[in-house]
Nanobody
Framework: QVQLVESGGGLVQAGGSLRLSCAAS????????MGWFRQAPGKERESVAS????????YYADSVKGRFTISIDYAKNTVYLQMNSLKPEDTAVYYC????????????????WGQGTQVTVSS
């Protein structure tokens, strides 16, 4: 069982930066793939970035490559999503999730989810 708590969302102007945090706790999260997803109004939830807890596999959606960075602070058991050069199109609720390493990078492959944090980017 994995518990995830996100923080760090807010309102920022285009071109600005935010860092989202996902504090993880539980028994087996160290063997999971961690992911960040986002969902804008009227759109499907989409994968933004993912990382295995070991750090061996990292994935970024094409739309955020070069702008977003996913990382883990092992001392704090916290997954971060550093978001730079934010665009209005990045506006969404962002969710942290945990799933099996062998799973696909789709929302249904992730069984544990945080509550979500709103990111709003103004033009």
């Amino acid at each position: 069982q994995v518990q995830l708590v996100e923080s760090g969302g807010g309102l920022v102007q285009a071109g600005g930066s935010l860092r989202l945090s996902c504090a993880a706790s539980g028994r087996t999260f160290s063997s999971y793939r961690m992911g960040w997803f986002r969902q804008a109004p009227g759109k499907e939830r989409e994968s933004v970035a993912s990382i295995t807890w070991s750090g061996g596999r990292i994935y970024y959606a094409d739309s955020v490559k070069g702008r977003f960075t996913i990382s883990i602070d092992y001392a704090k058991n916290t997954v971060y999503l550093q978001m730079n050069s934010l665009k209005p199109e990045d506006t969404a609720v962002y969710y942290c999730a945990a799933g099996a390493i062998s799973g696909s990078l789709i929302p249904t492959s992730f069984g544990s989810w945080g509550q979500g944090t709103q990111v709003t980017v103004s033009s």
